[in-house]
C-alpha cells in the first residue's frame, strides 16, 4: 500500500538549535511520488512549505529544507536555527502529479522554546 | 485574496443534529477535498470530488454525505451529527499543472455535544 509515516508526534526545540523531523514513505502505486512538506499554524490551515518531484531533488523555504531520498525512502525536514515563530503542526505528503493518490502523515507539533 | 474559504469557522451543535460545512475555492480547480484532522490521526480523507455533481468516496465516508454544486462549491453535510465527529474539518482543492499540490482552507471546528 502506500503511506507516509512521521515517528514524532510533538518535538520541543530550543530557540536557535537545529531541528530534524523524520518522515519515510511507501508506496506500491505511484510511479512517480511527489513529496510535500505542509505546515499548520494555530488557527490557519495547511499552507504548502517545500515540495519535490523529483527523487534526488532538494526542496527548501523559510529555512527549511528536505532532501527526496528514494533509496532510503525518505524526506526528511531539516532546519539550521530555529525560531518561536516556526512553532506549529508539520506534515509530511505523499503525492502523485496525474492522479488523486494522495497520503498525509500523522503530523508533528513542533513547539519552540524561547 | 484568500483562494480557498469555509464557512462557519467553529460551529457548537447537538447529537442528532443537522450540519452544512460550506467550502469555496477561486482556484478553477478541477478537485475539492474534505478532510478530518483528530489528533494522533493526521488528516483523514471523507470525501472529494473531481467536478460539479461528481462525488467519490474517500476514507472514512461513514455518516457524512457531500454534494459539488459548482466548480467553486463543495458541502459536507451531517444529517445525524455524533460526539464522533467532533473534530477540524479542512477543505482543500488541487489541479493542473500538479494535482498533487493541494491548496488548503482555513478549516472548521465542529463540536457535537
Known amino acids: 500500500g502506500d503511506s507516509v509515516t512521521q515517528t514524532e508526534g510533538q518535538v520541543t526545540v530550543s530557540e536557535s538549535k537545529s531541528l530534524i523531523i523524520n518522515c519515510t514513505y511507501s508506496t506500491t502505486s505511484i510511479a512517480y511520488p511527489n513529496l510535500f512538506w505542509y505546515v499548520r499554524y494555530p488557527g490557519e490551515g495547511l499552507q504548502l512549505l517545500l515540495k519535490v518531484i523529483t527523487a534526488g531533488q532538494k526542496g527548501s523555504s523559510r529555512g527549511f529544507e528536505a532532501t527526496y531520498n528514494k533509496e532510503t525512502t525518505s524526506f526528511h525536514l531539516q532546519k539550521a536555527s530555529v525560531q518561536e515563530s516556526d512553532s506549529a503542526v508539520y506534515y509530511c505528503?505523499?503525492?502523485?502529479?496525474?492522479?488523486?493518490?494522495?497520503?498525509f502523515g500523522k503530523g508533528t507539533s513542533l513547539t519552540v522554546i524561547p | 485574496e484568500a483562494a480557498v474559504t469555509q464557512s462557519p469557522r467553529n460551529k457548537v451543535t447537538v447529537t442528532g443534529g443537522n450540519v452544512t460545512l460550506s467550502c469555496r475555492q477561486t482556484n478553477s480547480h478541477n478537485y475539492m477535498y474534505w478532510y478530518r484532522q483528530d489528533t494522533g490521526h493526521g488528516l483523514r480523507l471523507i470525501h472529494y470530488?473531481?467536478?460539479?455533481?461528481?462525488?467519490q468516496i474517500g476514507d472514512v465516508p461513514d455518516g457524512y454525505k457531500a454534494t459539488r454544486t459548482t466548480q467553486e462549491d463543495f458541502f459536507l453535510l451531517l444529517e445525524l451529527a455524533s460526539p464522533s465527529q467532533t473534530s477540524l474539518y479542512f477543505c482543500?482543492?488541487?489541479?493542473?499543472?500538479?494535482?498533487?499540490?493541494?491548496?488548503f482552507g482555513p478549516g472548521t471546528r465542529l463540536t457535537v455535544l
Open positions: 482543500a482543492s488541487s489541479g493542473q499543472p500538479n494535482y498533487a499540490e493541494q491548496f
Open positions: 505528503a505523499l503525492g502523485d502529479l496525474g492522479y488523486q493518490n494522495f497520503y
Open positions: 470530488s473531481y467536478g460539479a455533481g461528481n462525488l
